[in-house]
């Protein structure tokens, strides 16, 4: 499945070049091209910075720091590259105001015919991107008429106190949820990704990496040209039907023990199919390897970019309109049983929702990794997060509302004690 990817705002145009440092990996060490380009130019022809701030376009490492890629908002009035200063009202009204730069900018040098679809990213606290995100969604639907989707990235629970923080996300979910052409939307938790311990630059950079890294397979599944590496494919419009409303996606790895890494990729489902002999082995192997799968089937779930699970009767189930799974690792590990259980565990545990299944054999040598994505996801945390964050910000805006409102009654009734003094 190739992309083209989209960043908007500081957040959003960071985790746009850990794209492309991802997909600097992909193409070096799987020679598989996630973004539109040609051999020539197989990487960064597709990825984009959006921003109204110079300083943070600077910082970017992978995008080129070219006209042709990073796009600067407001160069003509008075924002003068020096960002919204998290007024997002601010950001998306100079992405309808540099609508023309932004779309042609992409449309000229962006190859986006030969993609597949359009990933727009923002973080949803600041003001460029949570402003202009939604705007920019609806400039690219409009003009290549190709699937759209969103990133939000929700922010830090220490910033739930934050009013500017709280009320920008709750107008960035409204605007992309509810009121932009967005085919799906993508919700990802900063908070889960984070570690405590570590210092926020080192946590932004590993939260960045993580959320690129839990779409490498699944982008590269449907491109790869290796029939050794070629499995139950999941192509690109497997991938297109199930992406509806709200989605999260999740990653879990398990490594194999030392015995099953010396395996080769010719046995498994396959190596069979393809007629080659499967090497006998005890019961117990198979029974761990089931177990082991079945392990990070589950954790993958539970590793989603946003919690989604409601409880039922004392079970974690999940409410969604569709469920993907995709099985990567060593040929051998992916069996029927495991295929099969996979499945059987999508349907225990998301019931009622429509499944795809895929396997990606013979990438990865010692361990084995499923990436499940649930689409168009309905009761449970999510939508309580959600609903969280309405109700909050409106609370927030009320009260915001009443204090300044108290501050200009009192500043009238000091002024009345200056009506005796003279003007100078």
Request: net charge negative.
């Amino acid at each position: 499945m190739k992309l083209v990817v989209v960043g908007t705002g500081q957040g959003g145009s960071n985790i746009a070049d850990e794209f492309v440092a991802l997909g600097q990996w992909v193409w070096t060490n799987r020679r598989v091209r996630i973004f539109t380009g040609t051999e020539a130019d197989p990487i960064a022809k597709g990825v984009f910075a959006v921003n109204l701030g110079a300083g943070d376009l600077y910082g970017l490492e992978h995008i080129p720091q070219t006209d042709d890629h990073t796009i600067l908002m407001g160069t003509t009035d008075e924002f003068r590259g020096r960002g919204a200063g998290k007024v997002n009202a601010d950001g998306a009204e100079q992405a309808r105001r540099d609508s023309r730069k932004i779309v042609s900018t992409i449309r000229d040098h962006g190859d986006v015919y030969s993609a597949d679809a359009i990933m727009v990213i923002a973080t949803t606290a600041g003001g460029t991107g949570s402003g202009s995100v939604g705007v920019i969604v609806d400039l690219l639907k409009e003009e290549f008429k190709k699937p759209v989707y969103a990133m939000l990235v929700l922010p830090f629970e220490n910033q739930y106190d934050e009013p500017d923080s709280v009320i920008n996300t709750a107008t960035c979910l409204k605007k992309v949820l509810e009121n932009s052409k967005a085919d799906a939307v993508f919700l990802v938790d900063n908070q889960k990704f984070a570690r405590k311990q570590d210092a926020m630059g080192v946590n932004f950079a590993t939260i960045n990496r993580k959320i690129a890294d839990s779409f490498m397979d699944i982008l590269c599944v449907g491109e790869e040209t290796d029939r050794r590496f070629i499995g139950e494919v999941l192509d690109a419009n497997d991938v297109i039907r199930i992406l509806k409303g709200p989605t999260v996606i999740g990653v879990s790895h398990a490594a194999l023990p030392v015995t099953r890494k010396a395996r080769t990729s010719s046995g498994g489902l396959f190596g069979r199919l393809r007629g080659s002999e499967r090497q006998q082995q005890h019961f117990s192997v198979s029974k761990a390897q089931i177990e082991r799968a079945q392990t990070v089937v589950t954790q993958a779930l539970a590793e989603l970019s946003l919690d989604c699970e409601y409880i039922e009767e004392g079970k974690v189930l999940y409410d969604a309109q569709h469920v993907l799974g995709l099985f990567s690792g060593p040929a051998v590990e992916a069996t029927e049983e495991i295929v099969e259980m996979m499945d059987n565990t999508f349907a225990e545990l998301v019931p009622g929702a429509g499944r795809r299944k895929g396997t990606y054999p013979g990438r990865t040598s010692d361990t084995i990794s499923v990436t499940a994505i649930v689409a168009n996801i309905g009761e449970g945390k999510a939508m309580d997060r959600i609903e969280w964050f309405y109700r909050e910000a409106a609370n927030m805006m009320n009260t915001s509302r009443d204090r300044r409102e108290g501050r200009g009654r009192r500043w009238e009734d000091i002024s009345k004690l200056s009506d005796a003094l003279p003007n100078l």
